[in-house]
Structure formats: C-alpha cells, structure tokens
C-alpha cells in the first residue's frame, strides 16, 4: 500500500531534534500519541527516531504508546548525542554505542530495533570500530540492521557493504543528497529522505516579505533553513505553487511526489505537528510524474 513508502518521523515528540535547549517542548506526549495514532490508522507502520530526540522523550512515548496500543510499528532510532544534553557525552565509540543501545531499548520496551543508525559520522572515533559495534549488537540480536545518517558518499565507500540504509537531507531544494542517492541504488543500499518539506519552506507557509509564523521551524531552529530566505527560491516556491494548482494539488503534496516518483527514494520521512500534515504524503503516494516532469520541477530550484 502507499503509506509503506511513508515513515513517521518523531523529532518532534518532547523536543525539537537532538537540541538540549528545546529538551521538554516540541509535542506533548498527548499530541505525540494523538500523532502516532493517526499514522497507525492511515496504515504508517514504521516510526523513526534518535535516543537523544527530546532527551529521550521520543523513545519513552513511542514505548508507551506500544504498550497502552499493543501496535508493534517497525522502529528505527539513532545513536550520536548526548540525551542528558551533556556536551561530553557523545560520539560512536564501541563502549558507548553499547551503551546507549540498552537505553534506547529500555525507553522502547522492545529487546530489538529492527534498524539502528549513526546519527552522523564521529570524527575521533575510527571508523572500523564504530563498525565493529554495530556488527556486535546484530549478533546479540539486539539490532535487525544497521545504518546511517548525514553521510556522504566517501563515508560509504569506507563502510563497504557494512551498511543496509542510509537517511539523509533530501528535498526539492536540498538536492546534495543525489550522489549519494546513485551510489545507494547501484549497492542496493536503502534510502529514506528526512527534510523533505525543506522545514516547512515546501509548504508555502513562508512569504516573500513577511514575518515567520509563529512556532515555526523558522522561529526555532531556523539555522538550516535561513539560505532559503532568498529571492530565487521564493520565485520557484511560486511557479511550484502554479504547477501544484493547475494539476489540482497543494504545493507539499507536489513536493513529496516528486521524491516519491524517484525509484532510488526507498521511503520519505515526515514529521508532522499535527496529524492533518500526514494527508498530503498519503495523496501524494497517488501521484505520478514521469522523469521529465520531475526535472522540470527540480529546474525552479536551480
């Protein structure tokens, strides 16, 4: 069915990401479980997350909300930062990886992930040993597979086939992910895209001239997002929005199909704040671009 393209993304869920200053905000646990709930119904059956996504928050309520619901989604979590929000207590060590994977566990009520990532590559850590870690908690059986996230293609060929997914920014106007896109299709590795309304600019809620609205990525963790702010892209954002409403479409629901009409995007990621925001993946699954269309639209973003 089309919404197994689709994985519920719960950054949000206590937090705003891995960032300790927003540990305790983002969704409450009721809107958390009022999210899951809506992805369970729309046939959404894996959850993403990351231990330290609202110092482990994320995980708790996932768990909880598995328990009280008795529904078993597929769950990926990730391991790098700190949950404590301790600034020294991070990285990808094999003692730590050890370590934080028995935490996620605890937090998910599970003895199993059925994936576990890097959150991003540990540049004092080498890499045969981050490795190695990973090999070992499969072989306790308390990985399914493993991958990782926010790396690029050099970080995979130093992995070799030690890698069965790889998540990474990718949007209409995050496009740095293709090369790392061709090198995952040709070694049959997966690919999901987080990101893929670009914070919300792919939404059509930011304007040319005017204020941000309030609670929005852009009010909070805006620092990836501020070279958006420019006029070339608000220009694309408007013939997107045209060609959205010419083919009876709003303009996320454009966006996601484009990724979606990729055959090397395995899945998309998408974290909605509310569950209204499932709708458009869900529509957009229905959509079909041929490979000229989707170039087209990648050619507003130059």
């Known amino acids: 069915m089309p919404a197994s393209r689709i994985i519920l993304g719960c950054g949000n869920f206590g937090g705003i990401g891995s960032a300790p200053q927003f540990f305790g905000q983002g969704e409450s646990e009721d809107e958390a479980y009022r999210l899951m709930d809506a992805a369970w119904e729309l046939g959404i059956r894996s959850f993403d997350t990351a231990d330290a996504y609202g110092g482990g928050r994320s995980e708790t309520w996932i768990g909880r909300w598995r328990a009280e619901t008795g529904n078993q989604p597929v769950l990926a979590t990730k391991v790098f930062h700190s949950v404590e929000g301790n600034p020294n207590d991070r990285g990808l060590s094999r003692e730590r990886i050890h370590r ?38 499969v072989e306790a059986g308390k990985v399914g597979a493993c991958g990782a996230s926010n790396v690029d293609r050099a970080w995979l060929e130093q992995a070799g086939a030690r890698v069965a997914w790889v998540q990474n920014s990718h949007s209409l106007l995050e496009r740095e992910a293709e090369d790392v896109l061709d090198f995952c299709a040709k070694r049959g ?16 809620k930011y304007r040319r001239g005017e204020p941000f ?15 958006f702010d ?22 996320p629901t454009l966006a996601l199909a484009w990724l979606l009409a990729d055959p090397r995007v395995t899945a998309v990621v998408l974290g909605p704040r509310r569950p209204e925001h499932l709708e458009p993946a869900l529509a957009a699954a229905d959509v079909r671009l041929s490979p000229a269309e989707r170039d087209e639209l990648a050619s507003f973003f130059p």
Do not use: C, N
């Open 100 to 137: 934080q994977i028995d935490g996620s566990l605890r937090r998910l009520g599970v003895e199993r992930v059925d994936m576990y990532l890097i959150h991003e590559p540990d540049p004092d850590t080498p890499l045969g040993e981050t490795l190695d870690a990973l090999d070992e908690l």
């Open 189 to 204: 590795i997966g690919f999901s895209a987080f990101g893929p309304l670009a914070g919300g600019w792919l939404t059509g």
């Open 213 to 227: 609205p309030p609670g929005s990525r852009m009010t909070q963790r805006p620092e990836g997002y501020l070279k």
């Open 230 to 251: 420019e006029e070339a892209v608000h220009r694309g954002l408007e013939r997107l929005g045209t060609t959205a409403e010419t083919r009876g479409l709003d303009l």
